[in-house]
């Protein structure tokens, strides 16, 4: 089976959903497509231009995109048999693989080749995959004997909780004159509980970033920048534990309630309480 690129993945579900009248002709910019793939404008940009090249989109003087409705139509019935599937997320089956081996405690060396040909990838991308991951605080590249993967330790979760309780809520306190009504609410509409156990979660971890960065401090953004991306990973592999999340979605519409109806006493509080109790999965690995 032929592997999609990304470009040729969104150009095929253009096409799908464009035969299928799925997306409305304001949603065909540059600014909202890269919204609707969360991708950046550059695999966009490609997929128009080609959809253009082929005769499925055409631009008018005004520069607005326009469907060709009669080149559409020809692929209406194939689209109704057939959604072409996403390309392959390698980094984020890479990160899963790794953290399943960091939590269980193994500390190992990982070879390029053997990798590379585990997930049948180019040893080029297995190593911009690891440079990332490297970024992150999950690998450490060692010259001559490979990359050595972070081992989990509960008494590092519990350093680093410490000192995060301590940093968030300064940012916090620093974050209140310059937080924006808008940006709480829609975060606020991005944390739902599920009314039905087969609805699927829907989670915005947003708001730790968005305090964080309205807090103006150098040395809070740095800590969190430096220390805190592979706890971030960490937590989003938590939150795969369906009541985690929901507990988690509980405690973030506390707090952005209490910051909604400028409650700071009582958003210090949520937050610190959502801070130290949030990982009950993560708790329960004593390592």
């Known amino acids: 089976m032929q592997i999609l690129t990304l470009t040729n993945y969104i150009k095929a579900d253009l096409i799908s959903r464009l035969s299928r009248a799925e997306l409305p002709p304001e949603s065909l910019t540059l600014a909202a497509l890269s919204d609707h793939y969360q991708v950046s404008v550059t695999p966009i940009y490609h997929a128009i231009n080609e959809l253009i090249e082929a005769g499925y989109l055409y631009r008018e003087k ?4 326009y469907v060709n409705q009669d080149k559409i139509g020809d692929a209406q019935t194939a689209a109704q048999s057939h959604q072409p599937a996403p390309p392959e997320d390698h980094f984020k089956r890479i990160t899963d693989d790794l ?9 190992l ?14 040893r080029t991308s297995l190593r911009n995959i690891f440079n990332r991951l490297a970024g992150d605080g999950v690998l450490e590249h060692v010259p001559r004997r490979g990359w050595k993967l972070r081992s989990f330790n509960q008494h590092d979760l519990d350093a680093f909780i410490e000192v995060r309780v301590g940093l968030e809520l300064k940012a916090l306190d620093l974050a209140k004159g310059r937080l924006d009504r808008q940006v709480l609410e829609k975060i606020l509409a991005g944390n739902q509980v599920p009314e039905t156990v087969e609805e699927p979660l829907q989670i915005d971890n947003s708001l730790h970033e968005y305090l964080i960065k309205q807090s103006d401090n150098y040395y809070i953004i740095s800590f969190f920048d430096r220390h805190g991306r592979y706890f971030d990973l960490l937590f989003l592999w938590e939150s795969n534990d369906r009541k985690a999340a929901i507990q988690e979605i509980q405690q973030h519409q506390r707090i952005l309630n209490a910051l909604l109806n400028e409650d700071w006493k009582l958003a210090r509080k949520e937050l610190e309480l959502h801070l130290r109790s949030n990982h009950p999965v993560l708790s329960q690995l004593k390592r």
């Open 62 to 65: 005004n520069r607005r995109l």
């Open 99 to 107: 953290l399943a081996m960091s939590l269980n405690g193994e500390s």
């Open 109 to 122: 060396f990982l070879r390029e080749a053997a990798s590379a040909k585990k997930y049948g990838i180019s």
